[in-house]
């Protein structure tokens, strides 16, 4: 049987090649997916201004013994004292210390200072002039040089922590990323980044004939039970950004959701392209059957097809499948998504993976279908070839149903979330959904079609009498047809609108808590905190209000105990938190306190939101840590209400600014008073500027940038996995409908004998395809609806999605559009034929 089947593959071009294509694509995509997964997994980041140094030691961003990873925000700083220390160990050579800190020049924009000495970590190599001395000189990193035109010599203007300084060029260096560096001495540089003492990260040389493993045992030991951690190979990058470790964390959620979607979908192309391959061959397993082949024999032969098509689909798919998971990553890279220092680590485990998903989707599909053709007895196999009576099984029904269930609970999953939240669990929702709908589609169909045949028949005369018999007469390979166009018509509107109602979501809450009318910014990154008093003492100023955010965390009644260890201790809350000025807040933003007063914040105090602070009344003390990881108790003074998932906890300005990367006020908002022009107050706090150097002033829309800047970074994301999985989808939809349209050339060639036109056959099939389009954009609109309601009552409060009606009219449009031209494409080319050759074409 085996060599039967390799023999029918010559003779079943059509079905072979649509079931390649789909097994194919899908291997290479869950491959992709798999490395996303494996990398973000490995959390690769290998150094490049600290690439010299062998031994990186930085503050661990982790916070430690909880259930689930949680990583600190700001950036951990260390003692200057512990480089002494380390130079002390055995098998040290040397250590360098590192600081850097966001500067900004008055010609050339922003900048990153770092310590001279940190220059060797690199290395950076001076091309002219000579190292930085004192307190008045600075080196230029060299493409910064040549962007701005600064030589050697000159005297410039650093904006650096809120305060002008001026430096003369002592030189240029080269290295990694000197076009935007700039090197002052060590101690110039404590001073201006106001870090005295305080460094970010420490290389460690070993010494001569020293292992480095060696050498960095020794350092964690000399370290061990403090919040720090030691660093070698691929992980040196995370000391220079610590947000890899948070972001690069994010990416195994993210792979893992893309890599489980993408495998769902391709399990659903694989099986409905393969299921239709073999359906349209009833008629040969018909008559195999009643030449005496054994229902075992039937199904060895079908398998053997397509595991020889499946070997070789999925073994030719290991070869693009690690370039797509680069550029799947390159793409989250460059929206933002995770940062561009992770390096794509994968090895062979997803290459299997992603096959084994192929063969066995494959092998699964085949099974069945023979399966069914195996179960005939053979006096009623070509009966049933050519009426189609077996439309539905039990089998099929159990599980649509099972689907159902697990749909309504993601549903009910979807609604009791957090609005930031909601997609994630709406996501895998849509897929069961989709599978659901999918197997139940038979029955929605024959409904279907049982109501529009009257219609469509007296719309389109002959033509539409036509097409609905065959739709009736036929359903199952109608339903066939219609699954791809519910796959990407349903994915495509639910993760299109998911995206827009999360981006309504976000957009409300931000527009209902913003009340300012005038932004405070700074060219160097931050503005010392009594710059605040002085703006609410300007003419036209109602108020004015700091606003530093951040995130901090809530710490559980039971202690975190070392002893317990990652995975099995309490978990923390993480929370949204902002330090505020509580003078002007009311006039500022839309904070009000539901219990206590917010005028009260002041000392070490906290106003906690109302979801967070029901196991606490006013006056209790509350155990958090702020961003960099800061134990505190602070005091409840209130309790305020906000929109659920983006609530937000205040804390005094005084409080955070010292336990933030900058150390200084990101944005002051300011409200006018009434009756002042908001331009004339803009220019009025712009002269500012004079009294503290890099002040800039605008309107609220630099807040609405960043806040649309955000919400385009998730955008991007999703639009990304968007484009992937019902691009899959739609190259299916294509795939389908010509498959199932070819295969009808017997059909279409007898109908030309009897009398029928190109013409009329070309109007039968455009009928045809309106009726898959409009069953497909109906179950898909049901996947999308049964998908959105829930996740729209979550984010939004209401039953409608947010986003354009468009969307939804362009989607159904596509569907329609795609469904109607591949189907009369392929009917033309079968119409090419002579219809006097219809006597000898194979069944």
Known sequence: MIRIALRTLRLHKGGFIASFVALFLGAVI??????????????????????????????DQRFAYTQEELVFPERLHMGAELGDKLDKLPGVGSSVQ???????????????????SSAKLAPYHLTEGRAPVGDSQIVLGERLADRTGLKTGERIRLLVHGVEESYQVSGLAAGA?????????????????????????IGVFPAPGAKVQDVASTVRKAVDGSPITVLTGDDGGRAEDPGVIADGSDLIPLAAAFGGLSAMVTVFVVASTLGLSVQQRQREMALLRTIGTTPGQLRRLILGETLFLAVIATGLAAVPGPWFGRRLLDAFSNAGVVPDSIAYRAGSVPVIVGAATALLTALGSAYIAAQAAARTRPTEALAEATLHRRWFSAFRLIVGLLCLIGGAALAWGTTGAAGPDAAGVATPAAMVWAAAFGLLGPVVVRALVAVLRRPVGRAFGLAG???????????????????????????AVGLVYMQTTQSDGAKRAFDENLRADVVVTSASGGLPLDLVGRIRE???????????????YIEPDEPMRPSEGEDTGPQPIELSMQGVTPQGLDRTTAYRAASGSLTALSGDSVALPTAYAKDHKLGDPVPMRLGDGTQVTLKLVATIDGRRGYETALVPA???????????????????ADGTDRTQLIASLTKLDDLQPGVQVSGTQVLEAAQADTDHTQASMAYLVLGVVVGYATLALINTQ??????????????????????QILQMMSVEATLVALAGSALGLLVAGATLVPLSMSVLGTVLPGGSPWILITVIAGAAALTLLTTLLAAGAVLRGRPQDAAGLRE
């Open 30 to 59: 869950v491959i992709g997916s798999g490395g996303l997964l494996e990398t973000g997994i490995h959390n690769a980041a290998p150094p490049h201004r600290l690439a010299a140094a062998p031994i990186v030691v930085t503050g």
């Open 98 to 116: 590192d600081l850097s800190f966001p500067a900004a020049l008055a010609r050339g924009g922003e900048v990153t200072g770092h310590g001279w």
């Open 177 to 201: 990323d000197d076009d935007g560096a700039v090197f002052l001495a060590d101690t110039e540089a404590a001073r201006a980044a106001d870090r005295v003492g305080r460094i970010d990260n």
């Open 465 to 491: 009498e036509l097409a609905a018999h065959n739709a009736r007469a036929r359903t199952a390979r109608l339903a066939s047809a219609v699954m791809p166009v519910m796959l990407a018509s349903g994915l």
């Open 538 to 552: 300007q003419p036209g100023v109602v108020a004015a209000s700091a606003q530093i955010p951040t995130t901090g």
């Open 654 to 672: 005084s409080l955070l600014i010292g336990h933030t990367d900058g150390g200084l006020v990101p944005q002051i908002v300011v409200s006018a």
């Open 738 to 759: 010509v498959l199932a349209t070819a295969e009808r050339r017997k059909e279409f060639m007898l109908q030309r004998l009897i009398g029928a036109t190109r013409r």
